[in-house]
């Protein structure tokens, strides 16, 4: 019964792992993951993020990524917290070992699922182990705010959402940008979960009424404007076809609210009877804004 009890103390309910003691000092965050480094700025805890990765959004010190964990400049840092997004794999060995060394907490916390990103700002608050100056809340209303019913999501039903078309790589149904979808009143064509990668046939044997391609590294703006090999495939399956440039739907923190209401207005406006438009295709950077339009 004594191990039972051990054993059923040592799970997180909210699925954030500590390694080491929490510490009562003032933080000092370095951020091995995008999603945890923005949610942390967006609680108001942006001066106190002292290490990031090439990828985040900030002005902190790069202190490398977990495939290659610059471990001199993250000394440098000081940090007493080190947040990394959860995974199968976990820490390298190097950045578990200088932790225990040097007392610094390492946190991991999820954010692949719908409800992950729900859960990240209280999750990041948790694991400070002190009050965010801004509320946790405000930001979880944000999303929700987003995830109502959209008629648009139900007329282009059921979906693929892909995040590349060549190759084919879909978002998979235990995503929390396919969740999303659904949570708008969407449905999905795809079964599958993950991110999976599709052959053509495969990807139109799940006879989906449309195909959104969502894109937003480096680059990615160009390619979405281009033509690909979905602009001929799908009018000749009456299939709709959608190329976004959305870089903030594939954050999966507190800009997904931004983004989840940016691709609202799209679709909508996708939907919306195109008089001078003969093919059911689209492509465009509006989720990105036109400010940079010549």
């Known amino acids: 019964m004594f191990m039972a009890l051990v054993v059923a103390a040592c799970h997180e309910e909210d699925a954030v792992k500590t390694i080491s003691d929490s510490s009562n000092s003032a933080p000092r965050i370095a951020s091995f993951s995008p999603a945890l480094s923005a949610t942390v700025v967006a609680l108001g805890w942006g001066n106190a ?27 440098r840092t000081k940090p007493n917290l080190i947040l990394i997004q959860q995974t199968q794999v976990g820490a390298p060995p190097q950045l578990e070992q200088a932790a ?19 859960h990240l700002p209280g999750a990041v608050e948790k694991a400070v182990g002190q009050p965010a100056p801004i509320r946790a809340q405000l930001l979880v209303d944000a999303l929700e705010k987003e995830l109502t019913l959209c008629a648009a999501a139900q ?42 990668n599709l052959s053509l046939e495969e990807l139109f044997a799940t006879q989906p009424k449309s195909i959104i391609v969502i894109v937003g590294s480096v680059g990615d703006k160009d390619h979405a404007r281009s033509p690909s090999v979905l602009d ?3 009018p ?7 190329a976004l440039y959305a870089p903030k739907l594939l954050l999966p923190g507190p800009e997904l609210a931004t983004g989840l209401n940016l691709f609202r207005a799209e679709i909508e406006k996708f939907c919306q009877p195109m008089t001078s438009m003969n093919s059911p295709n689209i492509s465009t950077e509006q989720m990105n804004g036109d400010a940079d339009k010549p």
């Open 49 to 75: 993020l002292v290490g990031r990765t090439p990828w985040c959004v900030s002005t902190a010190p790069i202190v490398g990524s977990l495939n290659d964990v610059d471990l001199e400049t993250l000394m």
């Open 100 to 118: 225990r060394a040097k007392n610094w907490r390492l946190e991991f916390i999820p954010a692949t699922s719908l409800d992950d990103i729900r």
């Open 155 to 196: 007329k282009l039903s059921p979906a693929i959402l892909l995040y590349s078309d060549e190759p084919i790589g879909a978002f998979g149904a235990d995503t929390y940008l396919a969740q999303a979808w659904v949570a708008m009143g969407g449905t999905l064509a795809l079964p599958n979960k993950g991110n999976p």
């Open 232 to 234: 001929d495939a799908c």
């Open 236 to 242: 000749k399956r009456g299939v709709s076809h959608l």
